[in-house]
């Protein structure tokens, strides 16, 4: 039987939707969490609103800071000492850009958040320092990458690289036991898709077709899958 008593769990992405239903639902499970997000005060809500929430601690850090990640993680195993024994990267930024506005830059940010920090984070947190054996990752995809839409290119790209990264990294780890799931989700009424709903329907009913495609989920049914 699987127990997250006293188990030790980074979760990005924890200041709001589905990140900050899985750490909620983590601690109430017994698990010792540590929340990474941009947002100081949203993580401290997220805290707040956590099983004893002295158990827990968090980080505010910008994932688009890809080349101080090591020192990321280094500071959250070191602070108490005690290994990792999962990691759940539910960080991610929305992109809604038509071909013809897309650039490097755009596209750069979106990469660097959905996909880039992803790798960096599993490559730090895989190293023997830093978890324990049997350890566990899970990413959170999204099913737009099975049915894509128009104007999604940087944000499927950077969905669907990291499916990629999970099934290859999972052969690498292997020697060391670390098993990477990843969920594909519908769509999830967070935050984040929200603000972009009003973007999208200038053009478009985007909560009609994705309908069709699933049922609309609230982030609480999707953090009882992670």
């Not at 899985?22 to 609103?49: C, F, M, P, W, Y």
């Not at 930024?93 to 897309?102: D, F, Q, Y």
């Not at 959905?114 to 099913?143: D, G, M, P």
């Not at 999604?152 to 990477?180: F, G, N, P, V």
Request: proline letters at 2%.
């Amino acid at each position: 039987m699987i127990t997250f008593e006293n188990k030790k769990i980074l979760i990005t992405g924890a200041s709001s939707g589905i990140g900050r239903e899985i750490a909620i639902h983590l601690s109430q499970l017994g698990a010792k969490v540590v929340l990474i997000a941009r947002d100081e005060n949203r993580l401290k809500e997220t805290l707040n609103l956590m099983q004893q929430p002295e158990n827990h601690k968090y980080f505010s850090y910008d994932l688009e800071d890809i080349d101080n990640i090591h020192r990321l993680v280094t500071n959250c195993v070191e602070y108490d000492n005690i290994k990792f024994d999962a990691f759940v990267h539910c960080a991610g930024v929305p992109a809604v850009i038509p071909l013809k506005v897309l650039d490097y830059k755009k596209f750069e940010k979106v990469l660097k958040i959905n996909t880039y920090s992803y790798l960096e984070l599993i490559k730090h947190l895989s190293k023997k320092q830093n978890s324990n054996e049997e350890s566990a990752v899970v990413y959170l995809s999204s099913i737009m990458t099975k049915y894509p839409t128009s104007s999604q290119i940087s944000y499927l790209m950077s969905k669907a690289s990291a499916e990629s990264i999970s099934k290859t990294i999972s052969i690498e780890l292997l020697k060391r036991k670390i098993r990477i799931n990843t969920i594909i989700v519908g769509a999830v009424l967070t935050d984040m898709v929200k603000e972009t709903e009003k973007f999208r329907s200038l053009k478009f009913n985007t909560k009609n077709m994705l309908s069709n495609i699933n049922k609309t989920l609230e982030p609480k049914e999707v953090s009882n899958m992670a």
